[in-house]
């Protein structure tokens, strides 16, 4: 009976201990059930936080460094740009200029070029509005200057250039608006005065002037001719001028939003060359003056994203319609391309009569920038991605989608275009009319193409220090190492929810244990014997 007594004593301390033993670890699990569960939400907690509300953040930062204020890196790079840009012309030059002249052969065209300019764009801003707020004001001047490392080895700007007479079609073009009653007086006028200068539909002139501006007898003669004044001919001129070689918003001030309050329309126009409208277009949807200049965008650009640019060469503003992601010297950027809509005439897309295309597509029409007005249209160059009639008109296209599209690449976090190409083909309209001889063997209607241009810039490590000044550098390291602490947070809240589960599993199985160690234990300590 006493060793009998004693294994029960014993069996019983076994118990208690082992009772005690899983009460202990039940509360171990229950407490650190909920630990780890609470730390799981809130690193989780903390990790969507930090995806939320850190790119706001970021954004802010940005937004602050890049406005348009005295002492801000903006400000700086609009008054004296460090982004070397260059315009390069690539100029056709008739080479069956006499056939063409005499038989109506169809012009042979060779390109020639390129010749290379250096931009040197400066903006003069207004001492009053410089800490204004919301507006600054500025006048500005572009001035080309000849490179010739930019330019083919074998092009001087005196070579001899044989195009179209843009001052004959131009004076016939002119005929065509004339008073119907003067328009025969006004003929044997033109007529008189082709004559006496020797006029043909060619004329062969040096690239440089081309290119900028040149007079011929026949300008000279149109200019003066007291006869054609009572007509009421416009030739208000005495030279032909294609490009500007000098602001052409040198004389009246304009003003673009700073960025202050709004850095949605940063850079964007109030007003181009003392106007808040033009007055150029035939509908005055087509005279608002939207978008920026096309050196700055809004930062902080989202993917997708369409912007627009108002160009002064055209005087008219640009969709610009997102199509990837290329990059440059290690940095992303937005590439973007002007739309072919643009490039629609009329009958296709008649949103252009706006503008006065009534043209094939493939071009947009330039005449109203003119003065006087001029069959003057825009296309890609070598006619790319035009009605195939442009082509067949003339010889010597070849048009190429890599070599001749536009292009702009914007770096997303500044705004700032880092790489263009912006490329545009200049044609003259000249039509077939018995009325001068000049032009009575033409092919029906030729767009005569006269050059191309490219507006170029690439990336500079000068540029890319400039970026980098605007907090570039700052937000990529921050973008990463956000990056970094996300995943640890969200490393963090994997594991505690893992241990959370266990613990709540182990909690379970012990309070099960318990309970069956209650059933099977008798009511009384022991049994009597």
Known sequence: RHHHDHRTETNRAARMGRRG???G???????MFPCCALTSLIALGAAIALAVLFPSLLRRMVDQ???????????????????????????????????????????????L????????????????SADAGTEITYNQSKLFHWDKNKSNDSVLETDSICTINLPLVGAVAELDRMDPALKTFGKLVLEGIFSETHSEIFICVPAGNLIWNFTTELVEKLHTSPVLKTVHANYPRD????????????????????????????????????????????????????????????PNLQEGVPLETFQDDAIRSFPLEYTGKVKHKGLQTHRYQLPFSVFQGAFTNPENARWGSYNPDGLFYLGYTQWPE?????SKPHFLDGDPVLREKVEGMHPNKELHETTIDVEPVTGANIQLK???????????????????????????PIFYMNEHAELTDDFKRYLEKQGLREVELANKLVWVVFAILLFAALVCAVLALVFCRQLVVHHSQISEEKEKAPLLGHKIQ
């Open 113 to 128: 070029g390129p010749y290379s300019y250096r931009e040197n764009r400066t903006k003069i801003f207004s001492k009053a």
């Open 25 to 31: 670890r039940v509360y171990c699990y229950g407490v």
């Open 374 to 378: 001029v069959p003057v249209y825009a």
């Open 65 to 111: 460094k890049v406005t348009i204020e005295k002492g801000h890196a903006t400000y700086e790079q609009l008054e004296n740009p460090t982004l070397p840009v260059y315009k390069s012309f690539h100029i056709w030059n008739l080479t069956n200029a006499e056939d063409f002249a005499s038989s109506g052969a169809k012009p042979q065209l060779e390109l």
């Open 422 to 448: 912006k490329q545009l083909q200049i044609n003259m309209q000249v039509n077939q009319t018995d009325d001068f001889s000049q032009l009575k063997d033409v092919n029906g209607t030729v767009y005569f």
């Open 21 to 23: 033993s899983s009460r």
């Open 239 to 298: 030279y032909v001028s294609m490009q500007l070689n000098n602001s052409i918003n040198d004389t009246y001030p304009s003003i673009i939003y700073t960025g202050v309050g709004d850095i949605s329309d940063i850079a964007e126009f109030v007003q181009w060359d003392g106007l808040r409208k033009l007055n150029v277009w035939p509908e005055p949807s087509a005279n608002e003056i939207n978008g920026t200049e096309g050196l700055f965008f809004r």
